[in-house]
């Protein structure tokens, strides 16, 4: 049961998560700091910084952590109807769906929590999410 389960996560990292962090590497980190001719060129500042802290958050927050808690949803979905009176499972259900909502809640006011503290130390940025 362990080998099913440990070859399912890794199926799911290998097709589902590396893509994405390949495809999202080019749009991380900003660029600044570039050396032509032995000479940096654009030097990095402390918005660059904060550009740089800013898409981190971003990218864990939108693109990580927003479908995974649609995918939980659908498993307590499915969980929930699929339970047929048994109240062990619908328990089950509103125990995991109370866990991963109050999970993205967290995660949504740390986004706010640091967004706000940028703000505060002077970061010109977009301060949106994506």
Same mark, same amino acid.
């Not at 032509?36 to 060129?41: C, F, K, L, P």
């Not at 125990?95 to 909502?101: C, E, H, R, T, W």
């Given at each position: 049961m362990?080998?099913?389960?440990?070859?399912?996560?890794?199926?799911?990292?290998?097709?589902?998560?590396?893509?994405?962090?390949?495809m999202a590497a080019g749009k991380i980190v900003p660029e600044c700091g570039v050396v032509?001719?032995?000479? =940096?060129?654009?030097?990095?500042? +402390?918005?660059?910084?904060m550009i740089l802290i800013n898409n981190v958050i971003t990218f864990l927050l939108i693109t990580m952590a927003t479908p995974l808690f649609a995918l939980i949803i659908i498993y307590v979905a499915w969980l929930y109807l699929s339970a047929g009176g048994n109240t062990e499972n619908v328990g089950k259900?509103?125990? =995991?769906?109370?866990?991963?909502? +109050?999970?993205?809640?967290?995660a949504l006011a740390a986004w706010l929590i640091v967004k706000t503290?940028?703000?505060t130390l002077g970061f010109k940025g977009p301060l949106y999410l994506g």
């Open positions: 362990i080998k099913k389960i440990s070859a399912f996560i890794l199926s799911f990292v290998i097709i589902f998560l590396v893509p994405i962090l390949v032509v001719n032995g000479v =940096i060129e654009n030097t990095c500042d +402390f918005n660059d910084a259900a509103k125990k =995991i769906f109370k866990n991963a909502l +109050f999970g993205y809640v967290i503290i940028l703000s």
